[in-house]
């Protein structure tokens, strides 16, 4: 089976469809809004049908009619839940998002938000994973700023954005740590 890799729209309505069963467009939209996503997930309500379709089209959700609806004024209306395939992409992007999303981005918010699809053993492998590779990348920044530095002709505009990409990776890397020992201890912040 083809994994699919998916935006963070997709992978946010997903989500809400994997934890949440079947559902409404409209109740996706709800819970993204309930739980403070909707801005920085991306989720308006055009963005929220038109990656149900795609999800839907790609095999990823499927849909059935609203039974419930049904004989009520207004057209029937669609449910919709995550497919077995679609757990499965789900599961496969939010343990690579963990790991190698960037600093503060949507995409490693949304790993977070969607990590109960993963193991607990998982998600802290692959959180230390991520502290490794912030860590690695923070060695290459120096790397990379030690002849300016050792030549005096360090500029401060190149000072000023060396350390603020060295403390960002710094904060990155204690952050990951902080996470997983928050997994392995069983402790929900």
């Known amino acids: 089976m083809k994994i699919s890799t998916l935006l963070d729209t997709e992978l946010a309505v997903l989500g809400l469809l994997d934890e949440n069963g079947p559902m409404s467009g409209y109740r996706v939209m709800t819970l993204a809004a309930e739980r403070g996503m909707k801005e920085w997930a991306g989720l308006s309500p055009s963005t929220v049908y038109n990656?149900?379709?795609?999800?839907?089209?790609?095999?990823?959700?499927?849909?059935?009619?609203?039974?419930?609806?049904?004989?009520?004024?207004?057209?029937?209306?669609?449910?919709?839940?995550?497919?077995?395939e679609g757990r499965a992409a789900l599961r496969h992007q939010?343990?690579?998002?963990?790991?190698?999303?960037?600093?503060?981005?949507?995409?490693?918010?949304?790993?977070?938000?969607?990590?109960?699809?993963l193991p607990a053993q998982h998600i802290k492998t692959q959180l230390i994973r991520r502290e490794a590779l912030l860590l690695a990348r923070h060695a290459e920044v120096?790397?990379?700023?030690?002849?300016?530095?050792?030549?005096?002709?360090?500029?401060?505009?190149?000072?000023?954005?060396?350390?603020?990409?060295?403390?960002?990776?710094?904060?990155?890397?204690?952050?990951?740590r902080s996470l997983a020992r928050i997994v392995e201890a069983g402790d929900a912040p």
């Not at 120096?142 to 904060?171: C, D, I, W």
């Open 51 to 84: 990656k149900l379709r795609r999800l839907c089209c790609s095999g990823l959700v499927s849909s059935t009619q609203d039974l419930e609806r049904s004989g009520k004024k207004g057209p029937a209306g669609s449910l919709y839940s995550a497919s077995a």
């Open 94 to 117: 939010v343990g690579e998002w963990l790991l190698k999303a960037g600093e503060q981005s949507p995409a490693f918010k949304l790993a977070l938000a969607f990590s109960a699809s």
């Open 142 to 176: 120096e790397k990379v700023r030690a002849p300016l530095q050792e030549s005096g002709r360090e500029p401060r505009s190149a000072t000023l954005l060396f350390n603020y990409v060295l403390r960002g990776l710094e904060h990155e890397a204690e952050q990951a």
